[in-house]
């Protein structure tokens, strides 16, 4: 039972921390901001991150001091192929949570200014249409990593290396 119970404090806890960015009002709420690390001389790469605005809002722009840019894209199945585009930004309905990540909406770093490397942190900024800009950490993760934490690290989606149309 004191088992049971100290799990969940701990579990409470770790929910507590993923949520801390949430801050009064208008803000969005920002958690599980992460990146891949980029093999090789790689000079782009790729970024994650879940949001979610009790509001309503939209993510219109993202820039962060590890690229030369931060483009938004979206990313689909078409005829068998992923295709990714740049996007000029990510709706977030009222209250409901939007995840960036592989496969679908994300924040693509054009220009590395050195490889990411798994360990690694560094400062994103987003820009909302109503919120405002908010800077949040983003953890860099495992090559080929599908998620937070490393979830399914390893796991190597040929459609995922996508050719760079830059
Ligand atoms: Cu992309």
């Not at 009002?25 to 994650?48: E, F, H, L, S």
């Not at 990510?90 to 409901?96: A, Y």
């Not at 798994?118 to 987003?126: A, I, S, V, Y």
């Not at 290396?161 to 830059?166: E, W």
């Amino acid at each position: 039972m004191r088992l049971k119970l100290l799990a969940l404090s701990a579990f409470l806890a770790c929910v507590a921390v993923g949520f801390s960015a949430i801050a009064q009002g208008n803000a969005v709420m920002i958690k599980d901001a992460w990146a891949r690390a980029t093999p090789g001389g790689a000079q782009t790469g790729a970024a994650y991150l879940t949001l979610q605005s009790p509001a309503g809002d939209r993510l219109s722009g993202v820039s962060t001091p590890v690229a030369k840019e931060a483009q938004l894209h979206s990313m689909t199945m078409e005829n068998g192929v992923m295709k990714m585009r740049q996007v000029d930004g990510v709706d977030l309905p009222p209250g409901q949570t939007v995840k960036l990540k592989p496969s679908g909406y994300h924040i693509m770093l054009m220009g590395l200014s050195k490889p990411l490397e798994e360990g690694q942190t560094f400062p994103l900024t987003l820009i909302f249409a109503k919120a405002g800009s908010e800077t949040v950490t983003v953890k860099v993760e495992k090559v080929g990593s599908m998620g937070p934490g490393g979830q399914g690290g390893g796991m190597n989606m040929p459609g995922m290396t996508m050719p760079m149309h830059h």
